[in-house]
Every structure is written in structure tokens, then in C-alpha cells.
């Protein structure tokens, strides 16, 4: 074992360039990285992530973000092999469970019998039933939910339904519990869907309709063995911060941590950091994807970034010549992109360790996200089952 902890953390859908078959999702051209620095024409400014080699990892550097010469630490890009590109996909394939085939997706809204279902469960009327965006749906449609009481039922191009309503009108237990019964609905074999999401809101009107951190990810239970649970099985401790406890539905974590923000998450993050433990530290922060990405808006996921960076440095300097970082992606979500979906895209790779030996290595286009699960593995001497492990390349052996 050359790393005691293992701490990654996953900018939810900071994305670096088109995939190689961007094309089967009309996503050819996207590039988060790319676009928000485009847009803010030399003003991004990101030491850390550039000192770890984020713009290294590119074949254009990110404008603002000079190649680090030295790098401190690897740097690489992985490609996705799931046959989807939203959260769930992604994390679950770095943890070694690809998902290979495509889930249920509703551009045309929900088949009526689930409708039916829900209204009868709930005792509320479901409106809306169509692909909207999420903050454009509660301005359309959130003053009448708080007059009737009745649920904004919508989706995207992912596989997933989100239910929103008001927390004034319907408590937010309560729409944890139709929540759950929808889970019940859609977890095969007709229809199969990633995730419910829990999506309460407050505000007095539709100009001032904001959505609140007690949103929750009612996911698909992994539908086989990942990473996490090999590595507890071993006897490591697993650490979920984040969505992570959400995406994985608990399976696998030892301990969770609920994150209010992407601050809040690197609040949870240093906590982590002050405790004694062998094992996994696995870290989401959404913002990116949740407030900026989906909204296409490149000035508020660049200072999101900034204000990433800022915290990172914090936790270089209280790492320990034995913990191993890395900092991915799970997806892409180009706020310079049409429409209001992820992108698919290749995810950075970062590494870093006060103790490697050779910093300042290409680890080249990985070819599943899978490795970096595998690399975790071999770490901790567990065998990976998917995936090609880079530890050697980095390990201070």
C-alpha cells in the first residue's frame, strides 16, 4: 500500500472535450472546460487545478490556465464506456460497474399508467409530464402547484423523473415518500430509470421561486458489486460526501455526508481530512451541474470553479505524504452548449501525492472511468474486476 487514504472528488459535469462518440448523442463540438474559459477571455483563474495539470491533459489549454511546467502531479483524461451520460453512469463505472445497457428515457412524458399510479398514492394531481428545465418549470407552473397542491411532474434527456413542489404547500417528508413510491414504479423490467429526484422549492412567486438543498436522489440500487463494496469487504472504510450516498442508494458507504453546496462539500472535506482512517474518501460537488450547467450559464460555473480552486489549495496543503488525491468529472454539462442536457464528453484526471515519485506524467485517454476504480483497488491490494489500474505510475513505491 503506498497511499493510507484515498480521497476523490468529482466536479459534477466539469467535462474536457467532446467524447469519441460524441456524436450518437448530438453532442459533437461540447467542451466545459473549453467554453467557460472561452468565455471569460483570460479571467479564469485557476492555480491549483492548473498547477495539477488541467490544462496539460488538453490539446488546447484552457484560456487563463497556462500548462504547468512542471506539473505537480499526473494528469490524464478518461473516456465513458456506459451507455449513459448522467451522474449515475458515470460514478457507478468508475466504481467498477459500467452501465452497459441504455435505461428508460421519457421524451414524451411518462406513460399514463405510472401517472395514474402516483395521483392515486399521493391523492394530488400531476401536471406538467413532459421534458422542461427545472428551473423554467417551477416559473411556468409553481404558482399554480401552490394554489392546487398538485405535483410538477417532469424529465430530460437522462433517465430520470423529477417531482417538484412548493415546501410550504407540500412538506418536504412528504414528497420523500411519493418520491420513494415512484422509485417502486420504475426499477424494471418495463420501464428502468436511474433516478427520482426530490425537487422542493420556496419563493413567494415565480420571479423569486428558488429550489433548496433538500433535494434528494431516490437512485437504482447498483445492480451488481462496485469498488466500494469490495474495498469494505476488505475491511476499509468507505466515505461517501455528496450525492454519493444518493447515487450509490447507502450501498457500500460506511459513513455519508449531505452537502448544502459545493462549499458545504469542502467543509465535509476537511472534516474528512482531520480524521484517522484507511480507506476511501468518495466526494460529488453538483453545483457545477445543478446551478450552472443545466441553466447554460459559463459566468456562474467559472466563478464556481474559482471558487473550487480556492478550496483545493486548502487541502494540498493538509495532505499527508501518505493520501493520494484525485479530482475527475463524471460527465460533461457545457453552459457554451446548446440546449439543456449533459454533454458527453472525456472527464479530467488529476493525481497527486506529496510523496509520488515521478509527478508531471501523462497518463494518457483512459480508456473506462473504471481505472481509477481499479487503481483505488490495487492500492489497498483488492483485485479490480473492471478497468486498467495506473498505481504503478503513480505509486511512491
Not at 412567486?205 to 437504482?220: P, V
Request: proline share 5%; hydrophobic share 35%.
Amino acid at each position: 500500500m503506498s497511499y493510507k487514504r484515498v480521497f476523490v472528488i468529482v466536479m459534477d459535469s466539469v467535462g474536457t472535450g467532446a467524447a469519441h462518440d460524441a456524436a450518437k448523442f448530438d453532442d459533437v463540438g461540447s467542451d466545459t472546460l473549453g467554453h467557460v474559459g472561452e468565455y471569460y477571455k483570460g479571467a479564469l483563474k485557476l492555480p491549483n487545478l492548473g498547477k495539477l495539470g488541467i490544462s496539460n491533459l488538453r490539446d488546447k489549454p484552457i484560456e487563463g490556465v497556462p500548462v504547468a511546467d512542471p506539473a505537480i502531479g499526473d494528469y490524464g483524461k478518461m473516456e465513458e464506456i456506459s451507455a449513459g451520460k448522467d451522474s449515475m453512469d458515470g460514478h457507478w463505472e468508475m466504481m467498477g460497474l459500467p452501465v452497459m445497457k441504455p435505461l428508460s428515457t421519457f421524451p414524451n412524458g411518462f406513460p399514463q399508467e405510472i401517472v395514474d399510479k402516483l395521483e392515486k398514492f399521493s391523492g394530488r394531481k400531476v401536471i406538467v409530464n413532459k421534458p422542461y428545465s427545472g428551473t423554467e418549470v417551477i416559473h411556468d407552473y409553481g404558482e399554480r402547484q401552490m394554489e392546487t397542491g398538485e405535483l410538477i411532474l417532469y424529465t430530460s434527456g437522462d433517465s430520470v423523473m423529477q417531482i417538484a413542489a412548493h415546501e410550504d404547500v407540500i412538506p418536504v417528508e412528504e414528497l420523500y415518500k411519493i418520491c420513494e413510491y415512484a422509485r417502486t414504479l420504475v426499477n424494471g423490467p418495463e420501464y428502468t430509470v436511474g433516478r427520482i429526484i426530490a425537487r422542493p422549492y420556496v419563493g413567494p412567486d415565480k420571479d423569486h421561486f428558488t429550489r433548496t438543498a433538500n433535494r434528494h436522489d431516490f437512485s437504482l440500487k447498483p445492480i451488481g458489486k462496485t469498488d466500494m463494496d469490495r474495498l469494505r469487504e476488505a475491511g476499509y472504510e468507505v466515505i461517501g460526501v455528496g450525492k454519493i450516498n444518493d447515487i450509490f442508494s447507502g450501498e457500500g458507504i460506511d459513513k455519508g455526508y449531505h452537502n448544502e453546496s459545493n462549499m458545504d462539500g469542502m467543509d465535509h472535506v476537511d472534516e474528512v481530512m482531520k480524521q484517522d482512517f484507511t480507506g476511501f474518501c468518495f466526494t460529488n460537488l453538483v453545483d457545477f451541474d445543478a446551478m450552472y450547467g443545466h441553466r447554460r450559464n459559463p459566468k456562474g460555473f467559472g466563478q464556481a470553479l474559482m471558487d473550487f480552486d480556492k478550496r483545493l489549495g486548502n487541502v494540498l496543503d493538509q495532505m499527508k505524504p501518505d493520501d493520494l488525491l484525485m479530482v475527475t468529472a463524471d460527465h460533461g454539462n457545457d453552459p457554451g452548449f446548446k440546449g439543456t442536457d449533459h454533454t458527453r464528453e472525456n472527464v479530467p484526471l488529476l493525481v497527486y501525492s506529496p510523496s509520488m515519485n515521478k509527478p508531471n506524467q501523462s497518463l494518457g485517454l483512459r480508456k473506462t472511468f473504471s481505472d481509477l476504480g481499479a487503481t483505488i483497488l490495487e492500492n489497498f491490494n483488492v483485485k479490480p474486476v473492471k478497468g486498467t489500474s495506473f498505481y504503478k505510475e503513480i505509486s511512491n513505491d
